[in-house]
């Protein structure tokens, strides 16, 4: 299909061929743009959008200017390809991740408004045809791994001769997902040794500030204001009994996101009666955001399901997630305010 791309259109879909041909990155000039002056703006692009990726909250479109003019252009798509190699340096599947998922939703805000026509172009792009009413099952279920919802689940749909029924509406989440799911997949990109040595500062800076947002969010780890769920999930585990697997999702995926460490989480899963190093390791890192999706700790209605809301008290009256529940517990014990709930 035959669709003209004006210069704007090049800012506002970045991953698109036509935008990476406009400006003609390769890695051999690499590190000679690094130390131009428009690498250096470029670069200040890049972290911005980094920077506006660990926030982690919904995408102001006030924040994005699009630019018109050539040179702008060249300048936010090459903002946009530092990032991503800012990130691939920083070897960090949980920047990669929130990287990927505000530049989805950049796209995806720029494609609500757009003719059909382009929308079907950019969308093909990412291989979806957004056209059809149905996709196969394949293609479905590999877009959905990331969703949780439970209306995304094969056995909530309608599917008929190897086909998923999709409506409009769900086609345009889906497209949102696709454009994360592929743009994830090429993360992280091979950049020489000698680009991350110029760009560690950045690197370095990323790294301090997505700690930061962490802390900021959560504060200090204080397991007294675990909600019940949690704590009584920690202490069947420390006091050495088997959890099933929907328990050790929800105990994982909690202290990941109230930002403990790796190595931390590994630490209380020592004391498991079936402690196996590897297979812990495995299991934490890819909770943890390793294996392309970073996982939230499942709300309380799913708890309730699993069976692991227990012992609920007088704050989970007031809450519909753990990780609220310790936001509020937090907050009444006059702990660090957190600052933007991210669920
Ligand atoms: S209501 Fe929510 S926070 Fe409270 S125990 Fe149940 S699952 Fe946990």
Not at 100 to 110: G, K, M
Not at 175 to 189: A, G, K, Y
Not at 251 to 278: K, V, W
Not at 312 to 336: Q, W
């Amino acid at each position: 299909m035959r669709v003209s791309l004006e210069l704007k259109d090049l800012a506002k879909y970045p991953f698109l061929k036509e935008s990476q041909q406009f400006i003609g990155a390769s890695a051999d000039t690499l590190d000679r743009f690094l130390s131009s002056a428009s690498g250096r703006i470029a670069v200040r692009h890049a972290m911005e959008r980094i920077r506006i990726s660990l926030r982690m909250v919904e995408r102001d479109r006030d924040e994005d200017r699009i630019p018109s003019d050539s040179i702008d252009v060249k300048l936010s798509i090459s903002g946009y390809v530092l990032a991503r190699i800012i990130i691939s340096c920083a070897a960090d599947r949980a920047l990669m991740e929130r990287l990927v998922r505000y530049e989805a939703q950049r796209a995806f805000s720029f494609l609500l408004d757009e003719e059909d026509k382009k929308k079907v172009y950019v969308a093909s792009s990412v291989g979806l045809d957004i056209g059809e009413p149905s996709l196969s099952v394949v293609q479905y279920v590999e877009i959905v791994a990331g969703l949780h919802e439970e209306r995304w689940r094969l056995v909530n749909r309608d599917v008929g001769e190897g086909r998923v029924s999709v409506s409009p509406a769900e086609m345009n989440e889906l497209l949102r997902e696709q454009i994360r799911v592929i743009l994830f997949r090429q993360l992280p990109l091979r950049v020489p040794e000698k680009v991350c040595s110029i760009l560690k500062p950045q690197v370095e800076e990323i790294r301090a500030a997505y700690q930061k947002t962490i802390l900021e969010q959560f504060g200090t780890v204080e397991e007294e204001c675990f909600p019940p769920c949690i704590q009584a999930l920690a202490k069947a585990l420390t006091g050495g009994t088997n959890i099933p697997h929907s328990g050790r999702f929800a105990l994982t995926a909690f202290l990941h996101n109230i930002g403990m460490g790796a190595a931390q989480i590994i630490e209380l899963y020592c004391r498991a009666p079936d402690f196996d190093l590897s297979k812990t390791q495995y299991q934490v890192e890819h909770i943890s955001g390793r294996s392309g999706t970073e996982y939230t700790a499942p709300s309380c209605a799913a708890m309730r399901t699993y069976g692991l809301c227990v012992h609920s008290d007088s704050i989970c009256e007031k809450v519909n997630h753990p990780l609220n529940y310790y936001r509020a517990k937090k907050r009444r014990e006059g702990k660090k305010e957190p600052t933007s709930p991210s669920d």
